[in-house]
């Protein structure tokens, strides 16, 4: 029983001088952590904003190829050209429905998912 206490003791012991150690060894100065960041950046090791460390993959064709084929591609309509939208939507079957068609779509469905009252069960 003394055993098992001592050792757990011991233990507890061991565990908060490691704890103690490790958390000595982080404490750094803003300046110091500043000067890391600065010296790995410097190496390459890190990045900063968007910045990928794959170089871009070169373009086949060129540039003014590309700008003409676009220009005749939104000309046709083929494709949009920013945020305007060339190709107007398609007809959905609720555009084509006036709005009393539409109402009284809605009452009757409200109708008939309406559960019925006793009264009106003992009508039918």
């Known amino acids: 029983m003394k055993d098992a206490m001592r050792n757990g003791v011991l233990l507890a012991a061991l565990i908060g001088a490691a704890l103690s150690a ?18 790995a950046a410097r190496a390459g090791e ?16 060129a540039r003014p190829e590309v700008k003409a084929e676009t220009r005749a591609a939104v000309k046709a309509g083929t494709i949009d050209h920013g945020e305007v939208a060339t190709t ?12 009393a068609q539409v109402r009284a ?3 009757s469905a409200l109708h008939l998912r ?3 009252t006793p009264s009106e069960a003992a009508r039918k």
Do not use: L
């Open 22 to 39: 490790a958390s000595a060894a982080e404490h750094k100065t803003r300046e110091q952590v500043r000067g890391e960041a600065a010296s």
């Open 105 to 107: 779509e809605a009452a």
């Open 114 to 116: 309406r559960p019925a």
């Open 46 to 61: 890190i990045t900063r904003g968007e910045v990928t460390p794959e170089p871009a993959t070169p373009s086949v064709r």
């Open 88 to 99: 107007p939507p398609a007809a959905s079957d609720a555009a084509a429905k006036s709005r």
